[in-house]
């Protein structure tokens, strides 16, 4: 089994920046996929942002540019540097580790970009 935990969660205004966190523990594997996804009541979970072993990006077009994923250099821990925030990116993140065609899943953590 993998445990993800998120931090960094918050309130921030338009423009402002924030910075989530998870950390995964249990039983990872190399090769491993790490990333975000958010979601807001009533719609779907969206991807926002993946990561691979081998440190391979991918983003949504609406938030490339603005919004970084990296991970720590033992692996098992994803952040993602959001900047330029807009109220559109409020939802809630989630945070997965994907191994062996399984998607793991953290609590999520709330992001509201409010003035």
């Known amino acids: 089994q993998v445990q993800l935990v998120e931090s960094g969660g918050g309130l921030v205004q338009p423009g402002g920046s924030l910075r989530l966190s998870c950390a995964a523990s249990?039983?990872?594997?190399?090769?491993?996929?790490m990333g975000w996804y958010r979601q807001v009541p009533g719609k779907q979970r969206d991807l926002v942002a993946t990561i691979t072993s081998g440190h391979s990006t991918n983003y949504a077009d609406s938030v490339k540019g603005r919004f970084t994923i990296s991970r720590g250099n033992a692996g098992n821990t994803v952040y993602l540097q959001m900047s330029s925030l807009k109220p559109e990116d409020t939802a809630v993140y989630y945070c997965t580790l994907v191994q062996a065609a399984t998607h793991y899943w953290g609590q999520g953590t709330q992001v509201t970009v409010s003035a």
């Open positions: 249990g039983s990872i594997w190399s090769g491993n996929v």
